[in-house]
């Protein structure tokens, strides 16, 4: 299986609807997709952005999303520390969360003292999680401890096929199933994209918040890697690809990055 995330075009978030440039975006972004014939489902926030981000592809493709609102952004606002500035639980500066020990928990991060203060961040990250597993689940793939299990909803095992796939220039055996195939496409915000990406890898969300960009359009790819049956766990192959912006000559937006981005 496959999880694509892709998030919204460049916003303008006092409308929450996409800037001109934001509308290029989008349409260089169907053009890329266009070719996307295969995918099982389509997911899509609620949020106007998302919706009006999506729409090109869906147009194109003849096909409509499915809208969760656990799709919309993980906007809990906190007042930051040092700045005073009142934003999203990330965009902290690293004078202050690198200290924060519990921040780098998976299990505990939303029990930092700064976290406590919005009650509903833990509460975001139980309903988020709890609806991509939700998801998961309908294609077999159910959260065991930080991995998942690969099995029939009705609980049985699903029949492997074993095929004989080189791997770093030998012959390995690797298990196959019918769902490989499958792919998923979630449009939708960076800051739940990190969220889930979290869940899906193990790590605290603070990480993927602070350590990473996902400009407009960017493209997030996530397979399921099956190396024993019915045992899952989830790999990023690509992370905020905007290879269709370059194609288009459309420059990649600076929204979520804090230093120039690479054009080329």
Sequence with gaps: MRIIFVRHA???YEKDSLTENG?????????????WTDI??????????????????LKELGREAILKPWLREFYYPIKDPLTGEIHGPWDLQPQYFTGQEIMYDREHWYEAPLYRTNPGIE???????????????????HRKDSYYEFKNPDGSVLPAEVEDIPLHGTRNNEIRDSDDRKTIVIFCHFGVTCVMLA?????????????????????????AEKRLHNAAFFRIQTLGDCAHLLAAGVPVSGYAAFSPVWQK
Excluded at 125 to 140: H, N, P, R
Excluded at 199 to 223: F, Y
């Design 23 to 35: 509308r290029k975006e989008a349409e260089a972004l169907a053009v890329r997709t266009k070719n």
């Design 123 to 141: 509460q975001g990250w139980k309903e988020v999680t709890a609806g991509i597993d939700k998801i998961l689940s309908e294609y077999g793939y």
């Design 40 to 57: 099982d489902r389509f997911y899509c926030s609620p949020l106007g952005r998302a919706v009006e981000t999506a729409a090109p592809t």
């Design 199 to 223: 869940h899906l890898i193990g790590v605290s969300p603070v990480l993927m918040w602070q350590g990473t960009c996902i400009a407009p359009t960017g493209v997030t790819v996530v397979n």
């Design 10 to 12: 460049e916003p303008d």
